[in-house]
Every structure is written in structure tokens, then in C-alpha cells.
């Protein structure tokens, strides 16, 4: 139990258009969900916050404009990043945590964007 | 300031011999602390962590870590390791009350025959 999937697993885009990730828990019902973005051989850093039916709350720094957050369910949170650039090409990570479960975060596979 | 040191970028170890992966934290109070491995395509997975109590912990796949306040660590250690132990793991931490994870940079580890 407890997984987590990603989808796309990868995605190439031109500068200027945008992309949607999705993440979604599968087997439980997640109340928060949490977006990382990873650079090559480097830690995982935390963008955002997202709680079902209200607004994600972004790390200091990241620009809530260009990467937007839905958690429109319980089982489902988006990560748009809008008007890509080549400096957004990275690895996406979506994390879940389940009511009860610990104070555990269940990780997705990750999405690795490029930008052309 | 609030950090996480994994002071090994990369470890190389013989299959079957031991390993120690060490983490160091700064914060003001003991966070909860725990140990992640990320495989290629895999989601990071939950290794092992610690709460209170017995500050010995152990997770799966055969690995245990040791908290010691005094020192500010939570090293993570296996007595042998196995050729599919190959991977990156991530030391993390998280102040009591508050969600959010703080990882450290992560040591590679490759194993060699």
C-alpha cells in the first residue's frame, strides 16, 4: 500500500509553453502533498505545500506564478510550470502523506523535465 | 541556521563488506530523523527512522541507524552490503510540528564486486 505515481515519467517541451505533472496517490487518500524539484547529483528541495481544496504554500523563493499547484482531491495534485525555460528543465518529485500514517512521506518515481 | 550534512558525495564499497553513511544535523531541538534511498525510476523509499526512544533504530532491508544527540549524527549502517544496495541515499530531518523534510545532499554509493 501507500504508492505514489507521476505521470508524465518524462517530458521534453519548447521554451515558452507550459507543462502539467500529475501526482497522484493510489491507494490512500492523501491530505497533503508536497512538490520537490531536484537538480542533477544534488538534494531534494522543497517548492511547495499543497492541502486538498485550498492553496499550496510555496517555499521562499519559488515563484508561485510560474509553477502552479491544484489539489483538487484527495488523490490528485498538479504542478503546472508555466511558459517554461531551459532553467526549469529538472527533476519534479511529488510526495503524499497519509492521514494516520506515521508522519511518512510516500514518494513518486519523479518526472524529468527538459526545455528546449 | 537549520541544515543537514551528509559529508560523503560518493562511497565505494566491496560487496559484502560493511558501510556507514554518516548525517549531521543542526537545529535548535532533536527533529525527527530518517533515512531515504533512491533508486533510477524508483520513488525515494523509506529506509528507517527516528522518533524517540531506543536510539538505535532498525529499517529494512538489513540497514540500521544510531542517533547520538551529543554528536548531532544519525549514521546510517549495514554490515554487509549487497550489489542491489547500489544507490543514493538521502538523510533528512523534520522539525516535531512541522511537515516539511529537509534533506541533505545525498551520498552515492557503488558497489564493486
Known amino acids: 500500500g501507500a504508492v505514489v505515481s507521476q505521470h508524465p515519467s518524462w517530458v521534453i517541451c519548447k521554451s515558452g509553453t507550459s507543462v502539467k505533472i500529475e501526482c497522484r496517490s493510489l491507494?490512500?487518500?492523501?491530505?497533503?502533498m508536497f512538490w520537490y524539484r531536484q537538480f542533477p547529483k544534488q538534494s531534494l528541495m522543497l517548492m511547495a505545500t499543497?492541502?486538498?481544496?485550498?492553496?499550496?504554500?510555496?517555499e521562499q523563493g519559488v515563484e508561485k506564478d510560474k509553477f502552479l499547484i491544484n489539489h483538487a482531491s484527495l488523490t490528485l495534485s498538479t504542478l503546472t510550470v508555466t511558459s517554461a525555460h531551459p532553467e526549469d528543465s529538472s527533476f519534479y518529485i511529488c510526495?503524499?502523506?497519509?492521514?494516520?500514517?506515521?508522519?511518512?512521506?510516500?514518494f513518486g518515481p519523479g518526472t524529468r523535465l527538459t526545455v528546449l | 541556521a537549520q541544515s543537514v550534512t551528509q559529508p560523503d558525495i560518493h562511497i565505494t564499497v566491496s560487496e559484502g563488506a560493511s558501510l556507514e553513511l554518516r548525517c549531521n544535523y543542526s537545529?535548535?531541538?532533536?527533529?525527527?530523523l530518517f533515512w531515504y534511498v533512491q533508486s533510477p525510476g524508483q520513488g525515494l523509499q523509506l529506509l528507517l527512522k527516528?522518533?524517540?526512544?531506543?536510539?538505535l533504530v532498525q529499517g529494512i532491508k538489513g540497514f540500521e541507524a544510531e542517533f547520538k544527540r551529543s554528536q548531532s549524527s544519525f549514521n546510517l549502517r549495514k554490515p554487509s552490503v549487497h550489489w542491489s544496495d547500489a544507490a543514493e541515499y538521502f538523510c533528512?530531518?523534520?522539525?516535531?510540528?512541522?511537515?516539511?523534510?529537509?534533506f541533505g545532499t545525498g551520498t552515492r554509493l557503488t558497489i564493486i564486486p
Open positions: 533528512a530531518v523534520r522539525v516535531i510540528g512541522n511537515e516539511k523534510l529537509t
Open positions: 491507494d490512500f487518500q492523501a491530505t497533503t
Open positions: 527516528y522518533f524517540s526512544g531506543d536510539t
Open positions: 510526495s503524499a502523506a497519509r492521514p494516520g500514517g506515521g508522519d511518512e512521506q510516500f
Open positions: 499543497s492541502n486538498e481544496g485550498s492553496k499550496a504554500t510555496y
Open positions: 537545529y535548535g531541538a532533536t527533529p525527527y
